[in-house]
């Protein structure tokens, strides 16, 4: 089955689409990377959506005019990929939308909201739409995340040692799998969110990230500020935990500097890099990890991949899913991809002992699209393994 997957991250600054043929072969999902292709927001979405994100208040109507912007942006790059990276010959489209709120109350999660209309999708590209993913892991008492947990033990299952899949984009998160005892997923804090928020505000707007750590190149830890961040409550917190944007946000940062008026912008930078860093070591550490495959955007930062890499363990293995055959830049994509396989064939597409759900759960919406929806039937078993293959 040819599909297409849809992802935009807590960077909230593009979609990203990545499209697989996914065919099951006794207990493995096969899937072949077709492409991947992305386009920004248009500016005046992009403001709109910042504006509208915690902790700033906002209204009703505006959160109709996102769901409908955000639904017409992934719609448009659909209809795209579908064309571009499939011949026309999509059968399937998996929207994860845009996370603008993920609500938690004292490490439970409540409730979670991502924007993106899914019949905007449908219409443009004729094609059924699986979308809105979370909220039955949630309603099962789960987190709602990190949901590529599964997607992740897919991959690692068969790898020698204590494989780790990190993916490090605005939140950072992290799968193990231990040789003995149940795998892990869960979200370790900060991947590039303080990073972009410190850029921001330092450029007013004019650079939306750290291109290449250059500004953290030019600086120095300053460990007084790093003190004070690594003291958040949330990295102590046992998993599985969940969190967002709405926490670590530009209100948050700007209150950590409250004490710290003088800090030159490159040793913020560099302060801030290696806190992400830090934090996902020190994730990874009590679970005596020997491989860590990483993914997502913060890979491309060479500064904040050294700093990983000296904060991990000695001997801990650090490459990108690359080397697996799973592109970084769309690792989340495919991820929900086969998300979106699993539910249009009725298998689950959670890990409970990972989010924290009851139980496994068929995921999403399903919305059709122009022909007549006639579902594929349920498999005996679901896959347990995924491989990633070239083309033939």
């Given amino acids: 089955m040819r599909v297409v997957g849809l992802m935009s991250g807590t960077s909230h600054d593009s979609v990203d689409a990545a499209a697989a043929d996914l065919v099951q072969e006794g207990d493995t999902l096969r899937l072949v990377p ?24 906002t209204t009703l109507a505006d959160v109709c005019r996102l769901d409908t912007g955000i639904g017409r942006a992934f719609a448009r790059l659909a209809a795209r ?51 809105d993913f979370r909220p ?38 992290l799968t193990a799998l231990p040789v003995a005892g149940p795998p892990v997923a869960f979200d370790t804090g900060p991947g590039n969110a303080l990073i972009d928020a410190a850029v921001h505000d330092l450029t007013r707007g004019g650079r939306a990230y750290d291109e290449d750590g250059a500004l953290a190149a030019a600086g120095r830890v300053h460990e007084p500020l790093l003190r004070r961040l690594l003291a958040e409550p949330y990295y102590a917190r046992p998993a599985p935990k969940t969190t967002g944007k709405e926490h670590f946000h530009h209100a948050y940062l700007r209150s950590a500097l409250a004490d710290f008026p003088a800090l030159d912008p490159p040793d913020l930078l560099a302060t801030l890099t290696r806190l992400t860093a830090r ?25 904040l991949m050294e700093m990983l890499r000296a904060e991990l363990p000695a001997g801990t293995a650090l490459s990108r899913s690359d080397a697996l055959g799973l592109p970084s830049a769309a690792k989340e994509a495919y991820a929900f991809a086969v998300l979106g396989w699993l539910t249009l064939h009725g298998l689950p597409g959670n890990a ?12 999403g919406s399903l919305t059709p699209g122009r022909r007549p929806l006639s579902l594929p039937p349920t498999p005996a078993r679901p896959p347990d393994r995924l491989v990633i293959a070239s083309r033939r």
Avoid: F, K
């Fill in 34 to 57: 077709l492409g991947m292709i992305a386009a920004p927001y248009e500016a005046p979405l992009r403001a709109a959506l910042a504006a509208a994100l915690p902790p700033a208040p």
């Fill in 136 to 173: 039955a892991d949630v309603a099962a008492g789960g987190q709602g995340a990190p949901l590529v947990g599964l997607i992740d033990l897919m991959l690692l299952r068969g790898r020698p040692g204590v494989p780790a899949a990190l993916n490090i984009g605005g939140i950072a998160n």
């Fill in 81 to 131: 990929a579908d064309l571009e990276l499939c011949d026309g010959e999509a059968e399937l489209i998996a929207s994860h939308g845009q996370t603008v709120y993920h609500w938690t109350d004292a490490g439970r999660v409540r409730g979670t909201l991502q924007l993106g209309r899914p019949a905007w999708i449908a219409e443009a590209t004729g094609r059924p739409v699986v979308s």
């Fill in 352 to 363: 409970p002992g990972c989010t924290g759900a009851r139980g496994p759960r068929v995921l």
């Fill in 279 to 303: 934090t996902v070591a020190d994730a990874l550490r009590p679970l005596a990890v020997t491989e860590v495959v990483a993914s997502g955007g913060g890979t491309s930062n060479p500064v």
